[in-house]
């Protein structure tokens, strides 16, 4: 089944214990990208990757880190989590591409993994 | 800066009324517009796409979206809806030019509650 996966689902941890939310695709999409979604706020771009070793800030990239090293995977670290990174974090992926003028990229969403920061 | 506004929080309809939900972008080049749908508790689903082409766009479900370029807008409509649709509605939008095509923007959100 084509899907993106994310782990964990929930997590609960403290202030500075560094973690990481991992994301894999089983799609072979060249396009990965992570969001978070909070009230009122929709949903806000954290980074992206255009393809492996290729990867982009969003709107909203202080405290997160992410890399590309292979197609499948991008995972989302947090160094030092702190508390306003309290969210609901979902990872998506796409089979972007151009075609003439036209960029295409419609992203498949992941489940979701709610942290919380205490 | 890209930025996509959704004009209503919350929207309460009952059972078989006509929707619509409204949807700008700001800005002035080409775009690819999205319309997600998330239920309670669940991730986000595509509902429809516009890249290039036809301006009115048929999604699942009976959804549909048109895009207005003069009006820089991508409202989102459904004739009759249905309990089920009941859900939160998102709008989105990515540049299509070079360098800035992977940053999707969306909108605050859209919550639809259907009264049966």
């Known amino acids: 089944e084509a899907q993106v996966t994310q782990n964990p689902r929930y997590l609960i941890t403290v202030t500075g214990k560094k973690l990481t939310v991992t994301c894999s695709q089983n799609?072979?999409?060249?396009?990965m990208s992570w969001y978070r979604q909070d009230p009122g706020l929709g949903l806000r771009q954290i980074y992206y990757s255009m393809n492996v070793e290729v990867t982009d800030k969003g709107d909203v990239p202080e405290g997160y880190k992410v890399s590309r090293k292979e197609k499948r995977n991008f995972p989302l670290i947090l160094e030092s989590p702190s508390p306003n990174q309290t969210s609901l974090y979902f990872c998506?992926?796409?089979?972007?591409?151009?075609?003439?003028?036209?960029?295409?990229?419609?992203?498949?969403f992941g489940p979701g993994t709610r942290l919380t920061v205490l | 800066a890209q930025s996509v506004s959704q004009h209503n929080h919350h929207v309460i309809l009952s059972e078989a009324a006509s929707l619509e939900l409204g949807c700008n972008y700001s800005y002035g080049g080409t775009v690819n517009l999205f319309w997600y749908v998330q239920y309670p508790g669940q991730h986000l689903q595509l509902l429809l796409k516009?890249?290039?082409?036809?301006?009115l766009v048929k999604g699942i479900k009976g959804f549909e979206a048109e895009f207005i370029k003069s009006k820089f807008s991508f409202n989102l409509r459904k004739p009759s809806v249905q309990w089920s649709d009941t859900a939160e509605y998102f709008c989105a939008v990515n540049a299509n030019y070079g360098g800035s095509q992977g940053n999707l923007i969306f909108g605050k959100g859209t919550k639809l509650s259907v009264k049966p």
């Open positions: 799609m072979n999409h060249e396009y």
């Open positions: 516009y890249f290039s082409g036809d301006p």
């Open positions: 998506a992926s796409s089979l972007s591409g151009t075609s003439g003028s036209i960029f295409y990229n419609e992203q498949f």
